[in-house]
């Protein structure tokens, strides 16, 4: 017979319990980190040096935003925000590109399928 100690079977349990956690909080740090990086390649892209960002670059910057809190989080002082900006125009444009960054994000985490009723 194979039987297990009380501490042993403990230690199965504490470890059982423990690896889900560290798998996601695994996920995260790698999901970061890759995020950072992109940012880190879109940043002198997406933020022109010359003329003033409209709606198009204001929807831009909103949706590569929530991107900049990893780069943020690990030193980098990153731009989130384009100072010189067309005014009324650039922000509606920011405000939509947050949002709709927002939807898909948390639509995306928050979605489960429906499941098909039986008929009867």
Known sequence: MNETSPSQAASKA???WCVGPLKRAARLI??????AAFYAWATPRFYPRQGLPGFAHGLLHGAIMPMALPALVGGQDVAIYADRNTGRTYKLGYTIGI???GLIVFGTAFWTPRRKAANN
Do not use: P
Request: proline content about 0%; aromatic content about 0%.
């Open 30 to 35: 790698v999901l970061g980190l890759l995020l």
């Open 14 to 16: 504490c470890l059982a």
């Open 99 to 101: 949002n709709l960054c």
